[in-house]
């Protein structure tokens, strides 16, 4: 089976503008999260999809939003993009409902200048 | 709150020696336990998990973790150590009932020396 990919998978924004991430799980799998890495806050929870539906949410604000499509695949979009948001968001698929082992992509590398 | 600690930024250990990178947990109820390695520019990797059962359990690569409850800790083990473990390691907790959540510790580089 292919792995979980996303794109694009690097990404240079301007402050203030907004940005969309694409993720397409593993085929058959139906949970996708999403999770943001820096070096300084390490990795962080921002949210889960299952069938079109967010279940679960972490503490991030409101300009970080998320969706999914009858085809399992999600996207998140940032809006007003901050410095701060300057990051590694991953991306991973479980065959749900289940919270077992999830399954990563390759990341997107977002930089905003 | 629910938290994971690594307490090591690094560990050091020479090609052929065992190998422990050290968790502990911090979860109310029977939380499931995870392993996961990141290599430079990549995704995180699957190592192991823990859900139920046995206190050892083995995984991808050689590695094995040991769940003990009544220290809350999952330490990820190795027999001999390649150089090619060298690595970023991450312990993982899904506590009950949150659905496809992570909590993750901050990491421990493994640097294997030859």
């Known amino acids: 089976k292919a792995g979980v990919t996303q794109t694009p998978r690097y990404l240079i924004k301007t402050r203030g503008q907004q940005v969309t991430l694409s993720c397409s799980p593993i085929s058959g799998h139906r949970s996708v999260s999403w999770y943001q890495q820096t070096p300084g806050q390490g990795l962080q929870f921002l949210f889960e999809?299952?069938?079109?539906?967010?279940?679960n949410k972490g503490n991030f604000p409101g300009r970080f939003s998320g969706r999914q499509f009858s085809n399992s695949r999600s996207e998140m979009n940032v809006s007003t993009l901050e410095l701060g948001d300057s990051a590694l968001y991953l991306c991973a698929s479980t065959p749900a409902p289940e919270s077992y082992e999830q399954y990563f992509g390759p990341g997107t590398r977002l930089t905003v200048t | 709150a629910q938290s994971v600690a690594q307490p090591e930024d690094q560990v050091n250990v020479a090609e052929g020696n065992p190998l422990t990178v050290k968790c502990t947990y911090s979860v109310s109820g029977n939380p499931y336990l995870f392993w996961y390695v990141q290599y430079p520019n990549r995704g995180l990797q699957f190592l192991l998990k823990y859900i139920t059962g046995d206190n050892l359990v083995k995984g991808s690569y050689g590695f094995e973790a040991e769940f003990n409850k009544s220290q809350t800790s999952f330490h990820l083990k190795k027999p001999s150590a390649l150089v090619s473990d060298s690595a970023l390691y991450f312990c993982?907790?899904?506590?009950?009932?949150?659905?496809?959540?992570?909590?993750f510790g901050q990491g421990t580089t493994l640097q294997v020396k030859p």
């Open positions: 999809y299952f069938s079109e539906t967010q279940r």
């Open positions: 993982a907790v899904s506590p009950p009932g949150n659905t496809g959540k992570l909590i």
